[in-house]
């Protein structure tokens, strides 16, 4: 390091006090315009007729299994992301394999299709048109624009979450680390938990968190498979589009924001988490 | 290390807890009425209407679960496995799509009156409060300066009705000059600043972002966002000459008959026939199929105005009129040169 920097022509944040300025504004600016802006009209909208009409809103039935509905889903589709994510950036990291470029592929495929075509890919699996549909319904089993469904098309599109944060995480701090405990005399299982599970925390929890955030936030797969039963198959995100459709402007940002609510609590529940466990967590352990 | 895990683990958990304790509560009988957008208000009343009418002749309770959006998609759902009882779609052909995979049997249209159509609906103008550019009748949508806001009829059904109700009064003033009705309709199409995909969007560009001076909508879309954006701010006009546009309904027969709900989901369309069912029609300003059940006051919102069907020999039905002029390289695409 300390070569480096001697060879190095400046300090690199050696920048002129106008270029400081300029690149801090226009941030700033940026930030107030693309983020805080919205969130605060958000907010500014839900209440605009109080508190009262905001909770009417959010406990009236239809919104009320909505978000229930919401939470259901991101409870089951992020632990088993979770799970996945875990195991395939740890096969991917740790271990030689043939066909590693191409798994890595599969993993980025949900990030590169459109949600809608996501959706669309279960409905032709489990349609009345497709093989599997009609015979799982004969069994009584229901996919399709039921919660199964829906639990499917959101773990699809969040797939990538936890396994994307890891992998170059994991790859980056190569496999010393686990072959000193191996060769010390630990288990596989021991390895993972005292070693490699320590080195990731905080990687697997951000993988998790914007996992969470997407898998509460996803509109276009789930759309497609929902069928938009009121007070059954909608989700928040659905919820949101029907009341706005509705002219029913204060209920749609009520629902809006209490979405936009779960998301800051995840942040600030990050944030706390890594408060409370050092501060170097946030980088993992560079 | 143990210990972090072990408290994101009670966080899992708890939340999984407060999320699992809900169970649907199960009435009687459960239908799924899956129709297209506009509905929505109309059988958010009917359908509690109709489940006191049900609980007082056959003692059961009924609960009625809504699915809305736009009419072919829902009928593509159902197509794919959405176990509607009841579709109550804008278009004949969407239930028509559905018949052709066997999930509702080919006689559906008659086996209720007016051909499955409990009630119709038109096309009418919505304009700002005192009507300033003076709009009564189509022929003053291609007058000075004028701006119509309208849905683009590829994407949107209500849009080809709002496009086929002008062609209705174009081919009457022209007397069935095919170039005059085109260079109207070209004109009329000049004067859309945008077409959004569906009417909702449009009535919102035009109530909202006010933009355009005259809304060409359906006669329910323009009362409700009369209602919603204020009372004040817009007035109705219906012309002398208007589309009519029968939205039909239907029991998706495969489904009923699987679930045992034929019975109720029978009653539940013929319901929309009743005095009842009628009025409430009526009171969302769709156009009633029986006038005389329905009171007078609520019809004084419903002129009797002249309506050409879509099966009128200038249209020759949809399954002419949807490729010729909607069609790929049909008459709109041969007319409408988006920014000109």
Known sequence: MSENRRISFRNPADESFTTK????????????????????????????????????????????????????????????????????????????????????TLIDLPFSISPVISGLVYVLLFGSGSLLGPFLKSYGIEILFAVPGIVLATVFVTFPFVARELIPLMQDQGTGDEEAALSLGASGWQTFWYVTLP???????????????????????????????????????????????????????????????????????????????????????? | MQNFFRRLGIVALSLSLTTGVFAPAFADSQLLNV????????????????????????GE???????????????????????????????????????????????????LPNNSSP???TIVFL?????????????????????????????????????????????????????????????????????????????????????GDVLLAWENEAYLAGEEFGKDAFDIVVPPISILAEPPVAVVDATVDAKGTRKVAEAYLQYLYSDEGQNIAAKHFYRPSKRDVVEPDLLKALPDIKLVTIDDPIFGGWKKAQPEHFGDGGIFDQIYKPGK
């Open chain 1, 199 to 286: 080195n990731i925390k905080w990687g697997l929890l951000y993988g998790v968190l914007l996992c969470n955030a997407r898998a509460m936030g996803e509109f276009g797969a789930v759309s497609v498979v929902s069928g938009r039963i009121r007070g059954l198959t909608n989700t928040m995100p659905l919820h949101v589009e029907i009341l706005y459709n509705e002219y029913n402007m204060v209920a749609a940002f009520a629902v809006a924001s209490l979405l936009a609510l779960l998301a800051l609590v995840t942040l600030a529940l990050k944030t706390f988490l890594e408060l409370r466990f050092g501060a170097g967590a946030a980088g993992g352990r560079h």
């Open chain 2, 127 to 211: 304009v700002r409060k005192g009507n300033p550019k003076g709009i009564h009748n189509w022929g003053d949508l291609v007058k000075g300066d004028v701006q119509i806001v309208t849905p683009n009829p590829k994407t949107s059904g209500g849009a080809r009705w709002n496009y086929l109700a002008a062609w209705a009064w174009a081919n009457e003033e022209f007397k069935g000059d095919q170039d005059k009705i085109k260079a109207y309709i070209a004109d009329l199409y000049k004067r859309a600043p945008v077409l959004d995909t569906g009417a909702r969007g449009s009535t919102v560009t035009f109530a909202q972002r006010q933009i």
């Open chain 2, 61 to 111: 309770d009924v609960t009625i679960r809504q699915s809305h959006g736009g009419s072919g998609a829902q009928a593509r759902s159902v197509i794919d496995g959405l176990e509607a009882d009841v579709v109550t779609l804008a278009l004949e052909s969407d239930i028509n799509a559905i018949q052709k995979t066997g999930k509702i049997k080919e006689d559906w249209r008659s086996r």
């Open chain 2, 119 to 121: 009630y119709t609906s």
């Open chain 1, 21 to 104: 300025l300029l690149l801090v504004a226009v941030s700033l600016v940026f930030l107030a315009f693309f983020l805080f802006l919205p969130l605060v009209s958000v907010f500014f909208e839900a209440f605009r007729e109080g508190w009262v009409t905001y909770e009417e809103a959010l406990l009236e039935p239809d919104a009320w299994a909505a978000i229930q509905l919401t939470l259901l889903v991101a409870a089951i589709a992020v632990p088993l992301n979770l799970i996945f994510g875990l195991a395939a950036s740890w096969a991917i990291a740790k271990f030689e394999f043939k066909g590693k470029a191409f798994l890595i």
């Open chain 2, 35 to 58: 129709s297209y957008d506009p509905t929505r208000e109309l059988y958010k009343d009917f359908n509690a209407a109709f489940a006191k009418h049900w609980k007082a002749e056959s």
